[in-house]
């Protein structure tokens, strides 16, 4: 059952701060002036806390249905709150001059969640004595029920006023327990609690694509991921690198549209807002964690927190883990984050918080494998590759050392699966909050990240597309080989076969040798190469090394000033933001392997073979076919961007709400594109295998590219609170993304408008939004390989339109069960795309790739007796969506199943449980990007990724 403590935060008396008078007596002594009408006492107990300056408790299961009286005048703080709640069935339990407790006839049984109201106007997870114990969301059952229409929010509003119910934003709230509850594998999959939102998380614990509202997936634009209201980086993409959902963390807020362009860089989408517990002032408190999964991993989190001194508090938390990953694997990959803070809270209410984090991360990732096509359309394994449990990647891979240009530095470059991708940051960081006066505040944030990752992922059937796929027996056959029409001699036009019968004097036909054990089956072994791992199948599987450095400085600063009288209540925000995003980028030397389809895939040699079955000598480099053949080669950028913004909320009356607010940005763009030699560089002398030079090279200079872009981002919204169960809103807004610069040079930003309306809902055991909206996106600018040419990046123009509406609702008929229902139905449509400024015209009014229409999410739950905890199941529906903007593939709808159960084994042990696909379906989340834009079936095959099997999670919580 929810509840809810109103924080405030106290506004200090010239009394109490030259020690006249003990605090608590000069706060019930004070005289304020009120101005409160009657109204429902969710939020009449809000508006007094914020006029008086203190903070009140109160449990939803008492304010549930009470209205308050009006209070109009000068009266002391204590005489105002008993005059507000006399003629309702509330009573003032105690009140020491700073803290009101609220409660009914008889003690609340029901547990208290927190949300402070701090200085910058943001709701931040409170820490107060009745919150903080269950602010880690560990053994907390509570089901939504109508009060989580009256939780103040704080993700895209700048007032502490504004609750979901009348906001004109489109606001998600995730608890600690929603989080828990969802039990998520990775950080993206906690973006499926937003409605609107289209995870694919079938990359592995970190780099998922996700988008909203009908933006071409496969990607993150539009969408910014915080942490405690700073975009973890600038850019928006590549966040989840950085980021990992974790025990310090409480709560999440989104916001779609709206005021996300506005209040957050390049979130004109979306504004995924991870709240982080802060420091306890009050007493130590403490948890654990530990977890295991069915697929092999373990984790143990871990929080502690405490003062130190008057007004001064710390806490540190974080987790380390040995990873398997939800695929089958032979490596183990470990990581460990730590955060900790620094608190300290002036009398006066203001604050200042210093943060730090640490991380050193290794993670798998998980590319594409080839399915199978049925004759009726159903998509199934390849024998050997098990779609829901298999991963091509494993001991093949371990080690490649792979030729380079000598201007990078490496002449031999390492790559690794076994590495995985392993990421290293330090983030530094300072908040301030400073009360002028009762009525206005300046606020200030700034963090610094330096970061870095060395990304090891491999990519079957990359470049090659499916025309890599076929039989082993073809690839050593040369009339057929996919390998024919290669030309491995730079200054030769002699073909692949062709250099390999004048290397190799007296060849009489070609083999395959396993790298790893040396094993030899020849051309003429047809029995063995067509019963190669069941099916006899060869691929080609791109080795894609990318280390990318980042020291990305952030700010956010201004002022927040609340004014009003009579029946207009206003707060205006106005700030700054600057930002400073330095990157350094190498994907040098990418190099095409051969390998066989299987779990756990075999690398292979191609030989030459004497007629005497002897090898003569190899046609690959440990299994390398060709080098430097695909990725973004080198680049250095760096992106200074001065924002300035504003926001305001008015309220007219109790039921009209109008706000609007708009952010200037001037970013400047410099970007060190590496050029490329006019002769590539030769490969390191005795180097095995035909090709003669490293492919692409790096000449060792730079060619600079500088530009200045300027945009604008605004928006404006209107709620009108019909009565108090019904309320209505509307709002436009139009936002950017920055592009910054890489190597095709520098990007001006992409506009993004949006429009949304809708109906809010609340009562007794039911609340509910209805939203419609559409989403108009011109001029999207994206890269693709094109499959003519694998070593060139192409580039696409596209405009999107899409209209949608969306639900969100929870019903909870009685006390004991809730449902809750997520669903969004939208038709997104391509038109204008051009190909490297070539128009064309054949995708006009085609679904956009990896874009779903059909998004739905149905989550029952059941209380169970005596505060023992709940059992809830999950319904999640994907609708059918395309791999390619031609839409070519379709790739079918499906509807994973789960169940999970929390249980307070006592006060202090929460024991969790979550069972993900229990049916054991399959579904597909993405085809071939790198295909191109139009991808095809062959020969019954092409490439994709799928969803993982049924698996299971266990936790157990302790607070100690």
């Given at each position: 059952m929810r509840s809810q403590i109103l924080t405030i935060p106290l506004v200090s008396m010239v009394a109490i701060a030259?020690?006249?008078v003990s605090p608590a007596v000069a706060a019930q002594a004070t005289v304020r002036n009120f101005d409160i009408p009657r109204q429902p006492a969710t939020t009449g107990l809000v508006r007094f806390a914020q006029q008086a300056g203190i903070q009140i408790l109160a449990p939803s299961d008492v304010t549930r249905g009470q209205t308050v009286s009006a209070v109009k005048g000068q009266l002391s703080i204590e005489e105002g709150l008993k005059r507000l709640i006399g003629p309702s069935h509330l009573r003032l339990l105690s009140f020491d001059g700073r803290t009101a407790v609220i409660g009914a006839g008889k003690p609340a049984a029901t547990r208290t969640v927190g949300y402070t109201l701090p200085q910058d106007g943001g709701a931040r997870p409170g820490n107060s004595p009745a919150a903080t114990a269950d602010d880690s969301g560990a053994a907390d059952t509570e089901q939504a029920d109508d009060g989580a229409q009256n939780e103040i929010i704080v993700t895209g509003n700048t007032s502490d006023r504004r609750t979901l119910f009348n906001s004109s934003s489109n606001v998600t709230l995730a608890s600690a327990a929603d989080l828990l509850r969802k039990a998520p594998r990775s950080t993206a999959e906690t973006l499926e609690l937003v409605p609107g939102i289209f995870v694919e998380g079938t990359a592995g614990p970190i780099s998922n694509n996700y988008s909203v509202r009908g933006l071409r997936g496969g990607g993150q634009t539009f969408i910014t991921l915080e942490e405690d209201g700073m975009p973890i980086l600038y850019g928006g993409g590549g966040a989840d690198f950085y980021f990992q959902n974790d025990i310090t963390i409480n709560r999440l807020e989104a916001v779609e549209g709206g005021t996300s362009g506005v209040l957050a860089p390049n979130g004109a989408g979306a504004t995924i807002n991870f709240i982080s517990l802060k420091p306890d002032h009050d007493k130590a408190r403490a948890m654990v964690r530990y977890t295991g999964t069915t697929y092999g991993d373990l984790r143990a989190d871990g929080y502690f927190s405490a003062p130190i001194a008057d007004g001064w508090a710390f806490n540190v938390g974080g987790y380390v883990t040995s990873q398997k990953g939800v695929r089958r694997t032979p490596f183990t990959f470990n990581a460990y984050d730590v955060k900790a803070m620094l608190e300290k809270k002036f009398a006066n209410g203001g604050l200042v918080r210093f943060t730090v984090k640490h991380g050193d991360k290794h993670f798998p990732y998980y590319a594409g494998m080839p399915f199978r096509?049925?004759?009726?359309?159903t998509i199934g394994?390849?024998?050997?590759?098990?779609?829901?449990?298999?991963?091509?990647?494993?001991?093949?891979?371990?080690?490649?050392?792979?030729?380079?240009?000598?201007?990078?530095g490496e002449s031999l470059r390492r790559f690794s699966s076994a590495d995985g991708i392993h990421v290293k940051a330090n983030t530094y960081r300072i908040d301030v909050e400073v009360p002028v006066s009762p009525s206005l505040r300046l606020f200030g944030r700034a963090r610094y990240l330096d970061g870095s990752y060395d990304f090891n992922g491999i990519f079957p059937g990359s470049g090659s597309g499916t025309a890599g796929l076929t039989s082993a027996l073809n690839y050593l056959t040369?009339?057929?080989?996919?390998?024919?029409?290669?030309?491995?001699?730079?200054?030769?036009?002699?073909?692949?076969?062709?250099?390999?019968?004048l290397r190799f004097p007296g060849v009489a036909q070609y083999g395959l040798r396993n790298i790893r054990t040396g094993q030899v089956i020849a051309a003429s072994n047809t029995a063995a190469l067509n019963g190669l791992n069941g099916n006899g199948l060869l691929q080609q599987t791109v080795l894609?090394?990318?280390?990318?450095?980042?020291?990305d400085f952030g700010s956010d600063f201004g002022v927040k000033w609340d004014f009003g009288g009579g029946n207009i209540d206003n707060s205006l925000t106005v700030g700054g933001m600057v930002y400073n995003v330095r990157r350094s980028n190498n994907q040098s030397a990418v190099a095409t392997v051969l390998n066989d389809v299987r779990n756990d895939s075999n690398v292979y040699d191609m030989v030459a073979l004497n007629a005497a079955g002897g090898v003569l000598g190899s046609l690959t480099n440990n299994g390398m076919v060709n080098y430097g053949n695909w990725g973004q080669g080198l680049f250095n950028d760096e992106v200074t961007s001065l924002s300035a913004y504003f926001n305001d909320e008015l309220t007219i009356g109790d039921r009209l709400h109008i706000d609007f607010g708009a952010r200037y940005e001037h970013q400047h763009v410099r970007v060190d594109i590496g050029n490329s030699a006019a002769v590539n560089a030769a490969v390191p002398a005795g180097t095995p295998g035909l090709y003669d030079n490293v492919g692409s090279t790096f000449s060792g200079t730079y060619t600079r590219q500088t530009a200045n872009y300027s945009d604008w981002a605004y928006t404006a919204g209107i709620n009108y609170e019909l009565t108090d169960h019904v309320a209505l809103y509307v709002r436009g807004a139009r936002g950017f993304q920055t592009n910054g610069g890489d190597t095709g040079g520098t990007h001006a930003p992409t506009a993004l408008t949006l429009y949304e309306g809708g109906v809010r809902f609340k009562a007794n055991g039911f609340n509910a939004s209805v939203i419609g909206f559409r989403t108009e996106f011109r001029d999207q600018n994206y890269q693709f390989i094109d499959p003519a040419n694998p070593a060139q990046a192409s580039n696409a123009l596209a405009d999107n339109f899409t209209n949608g509406v969306q639900l969100d609702a929870t019903l909870r008929p009685v006390d004991f069960f809730s449902l809750n229902v997520q669903g969004v139905y939208q038709d997104p449509k391509l038109s204008n795309l051009r190909f490297n400024g070539v128009a064309q015209p054949q995708y006009d009014g085609n679904t956009p790739e990896r874009t779903p229409k059909k998004l739905l999410t149905v989550t029952p739950s059941f209380v169970l007796p005596g505060g023992l905890g709940e059992i809830y199941g999950r319904y999640k529906y994907i609708g059918k969506i395309f791999a390619d903007s031609g839409n070519g593939i379709a790739l079918p709808?499906?509807?994973?199943?789960?169940?999970?159960?929390s249980i307070d084994a006592t006060p202090r042990l929460n024991l969790s449980v979550s069972v993900d696909n229990l049916t054991d379906v399959k579904g597909f989340t993405e085809g071939n990007p790198r295909q191109g834009q139009t991808q095809t079936i062959v020969d019954g095959y092409f490439y994709g990724r799928a969803i993982v099997g049924r698996n299971a999670l266990i936790s157990a919580t302790l607070k100690l």
């Open positions: 030259a020690g006249i096509v049925a004759a009726d359309g394994s390849v024998p050997g590759l098990d779609l829901k449990r298999d991963d091509a990647g494993g001991r093949g891979f371990t080690q490649f050392l792979v030729p380079n240009a000598p201007a990078t040369p009339a057929s080989s996919p390998l024919a029409g290669l030309t491995p001699l730079q200054a030769s036009p002699l073909t692949y076969f062709q250099v390999a019968a894609n090394h990318q280390t990318l450095s980042t020291k709808d499906y509807g994973v199943f789960s169940i999970g159960a």
